[in-house]
C-alpha cells in the first residue's frame, strides 16, 4: 500500500514563511493534494498539483513537487496566525479514495 | 449552504448500541466517500459510492458497518453493536467524478463519535 509521510509540528512567527514537507513511496498517483484542517472541524482542500508538473503557484501558496525523491512541499508566504491548523497531504488517482499522511501542525506565533 | 453537510456533528453512544450517520453531498456530485480519523491521524478510506452504487469497500469496514446511498443522494453509514474502538471523527466527502480535477474531493465537518 502506500505511505505517507510528514512531520508532526512546525512552529513559526507570523510574517514568516512555512515549508510544510511530505513523503510518499507510492510513485502512481495522479493528484497530490493538500488539505487544512482547523479544531473540531472538516477538511478544507487547498490546493492539489497534477503529478506531470514540478510547481503550482496559488496566491500565498507555492506547492512543489519532486518526483525523483518522491518529496511534495507546501510553502505559505507571509504564515498569519489564522493559517494556524494541521495540513495534510493526501494522494489520489482521482476516481478512488484519498490516501492521507498523519498531518502536520502548523502553529504560527505572533 | 451549498457544502457537504452531516447530521449529527456528535453522538455519545453506549457499547453495543447501534448508531446511524447521514451525509447530504453537494448538489450534482456523484461520488460520496466515507473516511474515518482517529485522534493524531490523517482521514483512512472507508468505502465510496458512484451515484448509488458502492464501488469500494476498505478492509477497515468490518461486517459491524454498512453504508447506503439509495436514491444517489445523501447517504448512511450505520455501525452496529458499538464498540469502543470505533471511537473516531467519520468524514464525509463528495466529488463531481467525472474527470481531473472534478475528482477533487470536498469534506464535511465530520460526525465525531464516542462509545462510552
Known amino acids: 500500500g502506500e505511505d505517507v509521510e510528514q512531520s508532526l509540528f512546525l512552529s513559526v512567527r507570523e510574517g514568516d514563511s512555512s515549508v510544510i514537507n511530505c513523503t510518499y513511496t507510492d510513485s502512481s498517483s495522479t493528484y497530490l493534494y493538500w488539505y487544512k484542517q482547523e479544531p473540531g472541524a472538516g477538511l478544507q482542500l487547498l490546493t492539489y498539483i497534477f503529478s506531470n508538473m514540478d510547481m503550482k503557484q496559488d496566491q500565498r501558496l507555492t506547492v512543489l513537487l519532486n518526483k525523483k525523491d518522491k518529496h511534495l512541499s507546501l510553502r505559505i508566504a507571509d504564515t498569519q496566525t489564522g493559517d494556524s491548523a494541521i495540513y495534510f497531504c493526501?494522494?489520489?488517482?482521482?476516481?478512488?479514495?484519498?490516501?492521507f499522511g498523519s498531518g502536520t501542525r502548523l502553529q504560527v506565533q505572533p | 449552504d451549498t457544502g457537504v453537510s452531516q447530521d449529527p456533528r456528535h453522538k455519545i453512544t453506549k457499547r453495543g448500541q447501534n448508531v446511524t450517520f447521514r451525509c447530504d453531498p453537494i448538489s450534482e456530485h456523484n461520488r460520496l466517500y466515507w473516511y474515518r480519523q482517529t485522534l493524531g491521524q490523517g482521514p483512512e478510506f472507508l468505502t465510496y459510492?458512484?451515484?448509488?452504487?458502492?464501488?469500494?469497500k476498505s478492509r477497515l469496514l468490518s461486517d459491524r458497518f454498512s453504508a447506503e446511498r439509495p436514491k444517489g443522494s445523501f447517504s448512511t453509514l450505520e455501525i452496529q453493536r458499538t464498540e469502543q474502538g470505533d471511537s473516531a471523527m467519520y468524514l464525509c466527502?463528495?466529488?463531481?467524478?467525472?474527470?481531473?480535477?472534478?475528482?477533487?474531493?470536498?469534506f464535511g465537518p465530520g460526525t465525531r463519535l464516542t462509545v462510552t
Open positions: 466527502a463528495s466529488s463531481l467524478g467525472q474527470q481531473g480535477p472534478s475528482y477533487d474531493q470536498y
Open positions: 493526501a494522494l489520489g488517482p482521482g476516481r478512488r479514495a484519498l490516501t
Open positions: 459510492f458512484q451515484n448509488e452504487a458502492q464501488l469500494e
